[in-house]
């Protein structure tokens, strides 16, 4: 059994310039019928543009084992430090025919 376990273990190696990481503050999701695609963007306040820090592009499979691990792992951190609130401006109903609100809009 444990020869078993070690052929199916991955190693998985993560270089100095991955981990520092990217922060993004949004992430845009389409998808086509073979792939989804995650940019993750980091958007500023007041600035016209902003840029895609990183892209992933995955299997539909993949993309909702994504989704289950998020799920599972948003439920452990609830668990532990409370329930995330989701953040509305004041004033800014947004969310309307699927918009996402914009906080930066005055």
């Known amino acids: 059994m444990e020869n078993n376990q070690k052929k ?11 981990a520092c990481g990217h922060y993004a503050n949004l992430a845009v999701i389409s998808h ?3 792939e989804f695609f995650l940019d993750f963007i ?3 306040p007041n600035m016209p543009q ?6 992933i592009i995955m299997t539909p499979e993949n ?3 994504l ?3 998020l799920r599972d792992n948003v439920a ?4 532990t430090f409370g329930e995330i609130e989701r953040k509305q401006p004041k004033g800014n109903q947004g969310g309307g ?3 996402i609100p914009n906080p930066f809009m005055a």
């Open 76 to 79: 452990k951190y609830e668990q």
């Open 63 to 65: 993309a909702k084992n």
């Open 32 to 34: 086509s019928g073979n």
């Open 8 to 18: 199916n273990e991955l190693k998985i190696e993560l270089t100095p310039e991955v």
């Open 50 to 55: 902003a840029k895609v820090q990183s892209r």
């Open 67 to 69: 989704l289950f691990a």
């Open 97 to 99: 025919q699927g918009e």
């Open 42 to 44: 980091s958007v500023a």
